[in-house]
Every structure is written in structure tokens, then in C-alpha cells.
């Protein structure tokens, strides 16, 4: 059973089956960046069920902000890719696409920094809590033809943040996402790095390797080669490395003598482009 790589058009080769509650995930990695995809991917019933279910990410309003200033992470990167949006396009237009947009944190600082904010998600406490967080109410759609035709060349901006690594990536929502952006617009895509030096030192234990939760895994070479297809310009990259020291302590109060070395090695890995989350800019 092979199949070319969506990001270099290289055979897959396979990687492991990874096993867990959910089923057995057969792993594929590209010949040429070593990005990996679940091959094949899971049925659309078992993901749409996974991401609605109730369970799934079963927070509320105050909780979310409590962990965020217990460890602040979200609302960091959400001011970050607004910040930069906002010096990589400096004029007045400002229609923004959140898809997936999980808890709100982008969407919040968007409506804060006077973007018109259009977002998606497919999980209802998801969407109460986004709407509590930034006044959006996003819409619980996917990104399907009949979304792209409502909503073809709307947007200077496109963000998905944590997103491609859950979704079923093909020809088909490639270009249906394309057709979204207005000429000159922005995508910022926000994943896993599946070649930080954190990654390459996990291995098969690599803490993102979650299916049916995470189906694709990206390199940096891997995840601009898609995009470069579709002939969307670089603007800029960064990897970006975080981890929760509070967490660290529950388990063992003496790991905090470990936390220097732990920064050091974070610090040189985004200097290197091999921290844990890539952030990539294109424009169309």
C-alpha cells in the first residue's frame, strides 16, 4: 500500500503502527522531509466523532483562565501571531479566518487589535467558551466546497493554529483554503514540529504521535513544501519552545534542578529551528 506524500510527491514508507485505545494506526513517513501522515487516514465519522464528543476538551470559562495564568501559553502565541500579522500586512484590511479555533485566545486578540473575526469549530463547549472569551461565535462548519464558495476571497487573513495535524490534508481542502484568501492575503499555520531535536529524541514515544487526534505530522521542509505548491510566498518561520514547569513539580519538586539544562536546550533548538512548534507565514 503506497501512496505519494502530499508535501513532496515522494512515496510513503512505513514508519510503525501506533497502537492505543482508539484502534491501530498504521504511520507513514516521506521519503524526501520525513514528514508522517496516518495511512490511511481515519474514516470522517470517527474524527467528526471525536472532535463533538462532549468529553473532548470538557473545560469552562474560569478554568481555561486560571490554567493560562498559571501558565500563560496560549494567550502568548495568540498576541504574537496577531503582533505579526498586524507588521507583515500594515494597511487597513482586516477580515480574519480562525479555523479550529479552539478556546478563542486568537480570536480575542483579533477583536482586541480591531480585526473583523470569522471563526470555526466543530466542538460546542469549544465554541461557548470562545464566545464568552472574545464575543465571536464561531460557526460549527468545516472547511468543505460549500463554505469556500460563501466565503471565496474574503479574507486577508488566515490563521490555523494547531489545526493541520488533526485534519484530513488533500488536493481538495488545499485549494478550497487558497480560495479563501484574497490576493496578498496572510496564512499562519501553527503545528508540531515532527523534526525539533525534542522529536527526533522521543522517536516513536514522540509525545504528538496521537491518532486519531493528531493524523499528520510536519517538518518544517515538509509543511512549506505543501504550501509552496499552491505557489503561496514565504514570508517567515519560527519554531517555538515551551514547556509547563508547574507540571514538572507535581511529579517530582527536585526535577527543578533539571529546568536550567531543560531551557538551555529549548533556547538552542529554536535557534536551530528544531524547537517544539513550528509558525510559518505565507502569503498568496
Not at 482586541?112 to 469549530?121: L, W, Y
Not at 514540529?193 to 522517536?203: A, P
Not at 505548491?229 to 514538572?248: G, H, P, Q, V
Request: a positive charge; one cysteine or more.
Amino acid at each position: 500500500m503506497i501512496k505519494n506524500s502530499i508535501c513532496c510527491d515522494e512515496n510513503l514508507t512505513f514508519y510503525f503502527n501506533k497502537k492505543n485505545e482508539y484502534g491501530n494506526f498504521p504511520i507513514f513517513k516521506c521519503k524526501k522531509c520525513n514528514s508522517g501522515y496516518v495511512f490511511p487516514y481515519p474514516d470522517d465519522e470517527i474524527l467528526l466523532d471525536y472532535y463533538k464528543n462532549q468529553i473532548y476538551r470538557n473545560q469552562d470559562y474560569k478554568n481555561i483562565f486560571n490554567e493560562e495564568r498559571i501558565f500563560p501559553n496560549s494567550s502568548i502565541d495568540a498576541k504574537r501571531i496577531i503582533k505579526n500579522l498586524l507588521e507583515f500586512k500594515n494597511d487597513n484590511k482586516k477580515n480574519l479566518l480562525d479555523i479550529g479555533c479552539g478556546y478563542g485566545w486568537i480570536c480575542k486578540e483579533g477583536v482586541e487589535n480591531g480585526f473583523n473575526v470569522i471563526a470555526t469549530e466543530l466542538n460546542n463547549n469549544c465554541r461557548n467558551i470562545t464566545t464568552q472569551m472574545s464575543g465571536v461565535e464561531p460557526l460549527d462548519r468545516l472547511i468543505d466546497h460549500n463554505f469556500c464558495k460563501e466565503y471565496e476571497n474574503k479574507f486577508d487573513f488566515i490563521v490555523l493554529s494547531q489545526v493541520l495535524e488533526h485534519i484530513k490534508l488533500d488536493e481538495f481542502f488545499l485549494t478550497n483554503l487558497i480560495k479563501l484568501l484574497k490576493n496578498d492575503g496572510i496564512i499562519v499555520i501553527a503545528v508540531p514540529n515532527f523534526g525539533s531535536f525534542l522529536s527526533i529524541l522521543q522517536g516513536k514515544n514522540d509525545m504528538f504521535l496521537v491518532p486519531p487526534e493528531h493524523i499528520n505530522y510536519f517538518t518544517l521542509k515538509g509543511l512549506y513544501k505543501i504550501f509552496k505548491k499552491k505557489n503561496l510566498d514565504l514570508i517567515n518561520f519560527e519554531t517555538i519552545s515551551r514547556y509547563n514547569k508547574i507540571k514538572f513539580l507535581k511529579k517530582n519538586k527536585f526535577l527543578k534542578f533539571f529546568f536550567p539544562l531543560l531551557d538551555f536546550f529549548f533556547y538552542c533548538s529554536d535557534k536551530f529551528n528544531k524547537g517544539m512548534f513550528i509558525n510559518i507565514y505565507l502569503r498568496k
